[in-house]
C-alpha cells in the first residue's frame, strides 16, 4: 500500500509524515517522529501506556488511527514545558519530588493524564483523582505516590489560581485518626444492625 | 499496523453508505475501541474499514420541539455523560457510559458502537432497553427506524443489516419525564472491565411519592440480549413502598431472565446476581425519586 503525506500537528509544530494508511498513532509518532515517550503497551487500550493529548484529552494512541488525528491537536511528554521559564512543568517537578516512577513504562502516560487532570483546574480530592486514572495501569508503584505527585500539582495550580485546597495526606485505614476509626466502626455495626436512617 | 485492506473516511452518511454497498468485505468504523482490537486479534483481519470517525453530522445531542433527546450515534462516551441535556434529563445514561472502559477508551468509543455491535454486555444497552430508545438507521434504501426491543436478533447479532449506518438515537419525552434511574455494574474490576452483569433501573413514583407508578427494569449478559423483565415490572407496579414486596420483586425479575454460563461467572452466581440487583438498583432509584424504603443497600 503506497504512503500518503499528512501533516500532523504535534507539539505546537506542523510535521509532515508518509504515513501508511493502516498505521495506528502510536506507530506513526514512535517511527517517523521518533517520539519515543510513547509506550507500546498492551495494544488494545487497556494499559494506557501509550495515552497522548487530543486537543487536550487523553487517547489511547495504540487503537487510534493516525489518519484520524489530522487537524488535531497532538501533544506528547516531549511537547510538555512551563511556559514560564521553559522548565519541565509542576507535573513532571511533582513525579519526581514524590517518587512516582519506578521502572517508568507508565510514567509518560501518567503525566500526560495528570497534566489533563491539572488543566481541569478543578479541585480534585483523593478519591477522584483515583478514579480519573484508572485507564493508566502502573506494575510498580501502587499508585500511592502516583496520586500524591498528581495531588500535589493540583494544589501548585490552585495557589496560582488563588483557589484554597488543601493535600489530603495519604493513608490506608491502619493509620487513620483514632475519631475515623470510630466512625468507620460505627458504619459496620449500623450495616450489621440493619440501620436503614444511613445511606 | 492493523491488518485491513483499506481505510475510506467518509464524507458523510450517504458517502459511508455508497461505499459499503461498493465493497462486500468491509466495515464501519466508528470510535474504532471494539473493531480495531477485532481487526488486531484477527477476527476481522483483511476487512475494508469505512470510518464515519470524523462525520460531524453523527454527533452531539439535542432536544427536538416535543421534547424528545436526540443522541447523534457518533457521540462519545465522555461528552454524554457531560453533556447538559442528559445530566438534567437521564443521569442514569450519563451514569452507565461513565463505567464503559476507562477514561481513555471514552474519549473515543461512541454509543452508536456500543450498541450496534450487538453484545448483551454492552454498558448502554441495558439503559437504552429501559429508555425504550428507537434507533435511526440509514441504507441504500432509504431511513428506517428501529425499536431497540426489535434490534437485537441474538448475540452480536442485530437487525442492522452491514450497509446501515446507525445515525441517532431517539429517547421519547415520555419514556424519561419523571422517571429516576439508577445503574448497576456488576464487574471483577472497577474499571476497564465488561460487565459480568448490568441492571438498570427506571422508577417513576406518584404525586405523594409513596406509590411506585411504573418501573422498567432491563438487563445486559443475563440473556443473549440485552431485555427487559416483564413479569418483575408487572408486578412492582402500584406497590405502596411500605409493602414488602423487594424479595419478590427479585424472584420475578430472575423467572424472566435465561442467564448462562461463561468464563467471566457461572449461571448459578449471576441468577443471584440478577435477584440482588434487581433489588438494590430498584431501592437507589426509588430513593432518588424521592420515595422512602427499608432496605440497606
Same mark, same amino acid.
Given at each position: 500500500?503506497?504512503?500518503?503525506?499528512?501533516?500532523?500537528?504535534?507539539?505546537?509544530?506542523?510535521?509532515?509524515?508518509?504515513?501508511?494508511?493502516?498505521?495506528?498513532?502510536?506507530?506513526?509518532?514512535?517511527?517517523?517522529?521518533?517520539?519515543?515517550?510513547?509506550?507500546?503497551?498492551?495494544?488494545?487500550?487497556? !494499559?494506557?501506556?501509550?495515552?497522548?493529548?487530543?486537543?487536550?484529552? !487523553?487517547?489511547?494512541?495504540?487503537?487510534?488511527?493516525?489518519?484520524?488525528?489530522?487537524?488535531?491537536?497532538?501533544?506528547?511528554?516531549?511537547?510538555?514545558?512551563?511556559?514560564?521559564?521553559?522548565?519541565?512543568?509542576?507535573?513532571?517537578?511533582?513525579?519526581?519530588?514524590?517518587?512516582?516512577?519506578?521502572?517508568?513504562? !507508565?510514567?509518560?502516560?501518567?503525566?500526560?493524564?495528570?497534566?489533563?487532570?491539572?488543566?481541569?483546574?478543578?479541585?480534585?480530592?483523593?478519591?477522584?483523582?483515583?478514579?480519573?486514572?484508572?485507564?493508566?495501569?502502573?506494575?510498580?508503584?501502587?499508585?500511592?505516590?502516583?496520586?500524591?505527585?498528581?495531588?500535589?500539582?493540583?494544589?501548585?495550580?490552585?495557589?496560582?489560581?488563588?483557589?484554597?485546597?488543601?493535600?489530603?495526606?495519604?493513608?490506608?485505614?491502619?493509620?487513620?485518626?483514632?475519631?475515623?476509626?470510630?466512625?468507620?466502626?460505627?458504619?459496620?455495626?449500623?450495616?450489621?444492625?440493619?440501620?436503614?436512617?444511613?445511606? | 499496523?492493523?491488518?485491513?485492506?483499506?481505510?475510506?473516511?467518509?464524507?458523510?452518511?450517504?458517502?459511508?453508505?455508497?461505499?459499503?454497498?461498493?465493497?462486500?468485505?468491509?466495515?464501519?468504523?466508528?470510535?474504532?475501541?471494539?473493531?480495531?482490537?477485532?481487526?488486531?486479534?484477527?477476527?476481522?483481519?483483511?476487512?475494508?474499514?469505512?470510518?464515519?470517525?470524523?462525520?460531524?453530522?453523527?454527533?452531539?445531542?439535542?432536544?427536538?420541539?416535543?421534547?424528545?433527546?436526540?443522541?447523534?450515534?457518533?457521540?462519545?462516551?465522555?461528552?454524554?455523560?457531560?453533556?447538559?441535556?442528559?445530566?438534567?434529563?437521564?443521569?442514569?445514561?450519563?451514569?452507565?457510559?461513565?463505567? =464503559?472502559?476507562?477514561?481513555?477508551?471514552?474519549?473515543?468509543?461512541?454509543?452508536?458502537?456500543?450498541?450496534?455491535?450487538?453484545?448483551?454486555?454492552?454498558?448502554?444497552?441495558?439503559?437504552?432497553?429501559?429508555?425504550?430508545?428507537?434507533?435511526?438507521?440509514?441504507?441504500?434504501?432509504?431511513?428506517?427506524?428501529?425499536?431497540?426491543?426489535?434490534?437485537?436478533?441474538?448475540?452480536?447479532?442485530?437487525?442492522?443489516?452491514?450497509?446501515?449506518?446507525?445515525?441517532?438515537? =431517539?429517547?421519547?419525552?415520555?419514556?424519561?419525564?419523571?422517571?429516576?434511574?439508577?445503574?448497576?455494574?456488576?464487574?471483577?474490576?472497577?474499571?476497564?472491565?465488561?460487565?459480568?452483569?448490568?441492571?438498570? =433501573?427506571?422508577?417513576?413514583?406518584?404525586?405523594?411519592?409513596?406509590?411506585?407508578?411504573?418501573?422498567?427494569?432491563?438487563?445486559?449478559?443475563?440473556?443473549?440480549?440485552?431485555?427487559?423483565?416483564?413479569?418483575?415490572?408487572?408486578?412492582?407496579?402500584?406497590?405502596?413502598?411500605?409493602?414488602?414486596?423487594?424479595?419478590?420483586?427479585?424472584?420475578?425479575?430472575?423467572?424472566?431472565?435465561?442467564?448462562?454460563?461463561?468464563?467471566?461467572?457461572?449461571?448459578?452466581?449471576?441468577?443471584?446476581?440478577?435477584?440482588?440487583?434487581?433489588?438494590?438498583?430498584?431501592?437507589?432509584?426509588?430513593?432518588?425519586?424521592?420515595?422512602?424504603?427499608?432496605?440497606?443497600?
Amino acid at each position: 500500500m503506497s504512503k500518503k503525506i499528512i501533516t500532523l500537528h504535534v507539539n505546537g509544530k506542523d510535521r509532515e509524515v508518509a504515513v501508511d494508511e493502516r498505521e495506528s498513532l502510536y506507530e506513526t509518532l514512535r517511527n517517523e517522529l521518533r517520539l519515543t515517550s510513547i509506550k507500546k503497551g498492551c495494544e488494545v487500550g487497556e !494499559c494506557g501506556a501509550c495515552s497522548v493529548l487530543l486537543n487536550g484529552r !487523553c487517547v489511547d494512541s495504540c487503537i487510534y488511527l493516525t489518519m484520524w488525528a489530522q487537524g488535531k491537536d497532538i501533544v506528547t511528554v516531549e511537547g510538555l514545558k512551563d511556559e514560564t521559564n521553559g522548565d519541565i512543568t509542576d507535573v513532571q517537578k511533582e513525579f519526581i519530588k514524590q517518587a512516582a516512577v519506578q521502572c517508568g513504562f !507508565c510514567t509518560p502516560g501518567f503525566i500526560l493524564k495528570a497534566v489533563e487532570i491539572v488543566g481541569a483546574n478543578k479541585p480534585y480530592t483523593r478519591s477522584e483523582i483515583k478514579e480519573l486514572i484508572t485507564g493508566n495501569l502502573c506494575r510498580c508503584t501502587g499508585y500511592m505516590n502516583i496520586v500524591t505527585a498528581i495531588e500535589h500539582a493540583i494544589k501548585h495550580n490552585m495557589d496560582k489560581l488563588g483557589i484554597p485546597y488543601e493535600v489530603q495526606p495519604a493513608t490506608t485505614s491502619f493509620d487513620l485518626p483514632d475519631e475515623e476509626k470510630e466512625k468507620m466502626l460505627k458504619d459496620v455495626l449500623a450495616m450489621q444492625n440493619n440501620d436503614v436512617t444511613k445511606v | 499496523m492493523f491488518d485491513i485492506s483499506f481505510l475510506y473516511e467518509a464524507k458523510d452518511v450517504k458517502d459511508a453508505i455508497k461505499k459499503l454497498t461498493e465493497n462486500e468485505n468491509s466495515e464501519i468504523v466508528s470510535g474504532g475501541t471494539d473493531v480495531l482490537i477485532r481487526v488486531r486479534e484477527g477476527k476481522d483481519a483483511g476487512m475494508g474499514l469505512v470510518s464515519i470517525h470524523n462525520i460531524d453530522e453523527l454527533k452531539g445531542i439535542k432536544q427536538d420541539s416535543n421534547g424528545n433527546i436526540i443522541i447523534g450515534a457518533g457521540t462519545c462516551f465522555y461528552n454524554i455523560n457531560h453533556n447538559e441535556i442528559i445530566q438534567k434529563h437521564i443521569p442514569s445514561l450519563g451514569e452507565a457510559v461513565n463505567t =464503559v472502559g476507562g477514561p481513555q477508551i471514552r474519549q473515543t468509543g461512541t454509543i452508536g458502537g456500543n450498541i450496534c455491535n450487538g453484545a448483551t454486555s454492552a454498558d448502554s444497552a441495558s439503559t437504552m432497553t429501559a429508555l425504550e430508545a428507537d434507533i435511526v438507521l440509514e441504507g441504500p434504501n432509504g431511513e428506517r427506524i428501529v425499536n431497540i426491543k426489535d434490534f437485537y436478533t441474538g448475540p452480536g447479532k442485530t437487525v442492522r443489516d452491514r450497509c446501515e449506518v446507525c445515525k441517532c438515537f =431517539v429517547i421519547k419525552k415520555e419514556n424519561f419525564e419523571n422517571y429516576f434511574g439508577y445503574y448497576f455494574k456488576y464487574g471483577k474490576r472497577k474499571s476497564l472491565e465488561i460487565a459480568t452483569l448490568g441492571c438498570s =433501573v427506571l422508577v417513576k413514583l406518584n404525586s405523594s411519592k409513596d406509590t411506585i407508578d411504573d418501573v422498567k427494569i432491563a438487563y445486559g449478559v443475563a440473556a443473549p440480549t440485552p431485555s427487559r423483565a416483564p413479569s418483575a415490572e408487572a408486578f412492582a407496579k402500584g406497590k405502596k413502598l411500605t409493602e414488602n414486596f423487594l424479595e419478590e420483586f427479585g424472584e420475578k425479575a430472575l423467572s424472566d431472565m435465561k442467564p448462562r454460563d461463561s468464563w467471566r461467572a457461572s449461571k448459578e452466581f449471576r441468577e443471584q446476581l440478577i435477584k440482588e440487583m434487581a433489588k438494590r438498583s430498584l431501592v437507589n432509584s426509588i430513593r432518588r425519586a424521592g420515595g422512602k424504603i427499608e432496605y440497606y443497600v
